[in-house]
């Protein structure tokens, strides 16, 4: 039965494009790895490093508003209300605004690109030696930002189990409010 398959079925010919060239580098075990490794350290050192000055505008523009409520209200109940409950609290969420940006900017950038399809298949055997689907990749690496929407993505994930597991696993990312 083999040799009658082998001479009667013939395999098509892989066509020579420019996707399967980068697949045969991005796919590779140990190169696609490494490569996986290296886009990771530059989006992660572009939330935390490349943000930061603009986290510190935003922080000293929110200081800059609750000094000016300071000097315009007299002391007192309203006062502390506006610049301590209403400014500081607002301004304390706003300013992880840039981080969550950026990340979800590298994230979208790399999904149109087709690389994080690439990235779920490289991280399967990773991510089921801890129990989890490759496809899970994508929903951690989201809740780095915040872990509300890293739950979302999960939808992709078509075992219930391997969703729900997901799930509970994405508030264990740290996000940087945490941090």
């Not at 935003?58 to 209403?86: C, E, K, M, R």
């Not at 979208?108 to 990773?126: P, T």
């Not at 989890?132 to 915040?146: D, E, V």
């Given at each position: 039965?083999d040799?009658?398959?082998?001479?009667a079925?013939?395999?098509?010919a892989?066509?020579?494009?420019?996707?399967?060239?980068?697949?045969?580098?991005?796919?590779?075990?140990?190169?696609?790895?490494?490569?996986?490794?290296?886009?990771?350290?530059?989006?992660?050192?572009?939330?935390?490093?490349?943000?930061?000055?603009?986290?510190?505008?935003?922080?000293?523009?929110?200081?800059?508003l609750g000094?000016?409520?300071?000097?315009?209200?007299?002391?007192?109940?309203?006062?502390?209300?506006?610049?301590?409950?209403?400014?500081?609290?607002?301004?304390?969420?706003?300013?992880?605004?840039?981080?969550?940006?950026?990340?979800?900017?590298?994230?979208?950038?790399?999904?149109?690109?087709?690389?994080?399809?690439?990235?779920?298949?490289?991280?399967?055997?990773?991510?089921?030696?801890?129990?989890?689907?490759?496809?899970?990749?994508?929903?951690?690496?989201?809740?780095?930002?915040?872990?509300?929407?890293?739950?979302?993505?999960?939808?992709v994930?078509?075992?219930?189990?391997?969703?729900?597991?997901?799930?509970?696993?994405?508030?264990?990312?740290?996000?940087?409010?945490?941090?």
């Amino acid at each position: 039965a083999d040799r009658i398959i082998a001479a009667a079925v013939q395999m098509p010919a892989k066509p020579d494009t420019l996707t399967t060239r980068l697949d045969a580098v991005l796919l590779h075990p140990a190169a696609g790895l490494a490569i996986l490794l290296a886009l990771l350290f530059v989006m992660f050192q572009a939330v935390f490093a490349w943000a930061k000055p603009i986290m510190d505008l935003i922080s000293a523009d929110f200081d800059g508003l609750g000094g000016i409520v300071n000097d315009t209200l007299p002391a007192g109940l309203l006062q502390s209300f506006i610049q301590n409950g209403v400014i500081s609290g607002v301004g304390s969420v706003i300013v992880f605004l840039p981080q969550i940006l950026i990340l979800f900017l590298f994230i979208l950038l790399l999904e149109d690109l087709g690389y994080m399809a690439r990235a779920a298949f490289l991280m399967d055997r990773i991510m089921g030696s801890a129990g989890l689907h490759g496809r899970a990749f994508i929903p951690l690496l989201s809740s780095f930002a915040c872990a509300n929407p890293g739950i979302m993505p999960t939808r992709v994930i078509g075992v219930r189990r391997d969703r729900l597991t997901t799930i509970l696993v994405a508030p264990l990312m740290t996000c940087s409010a945490r941090i």
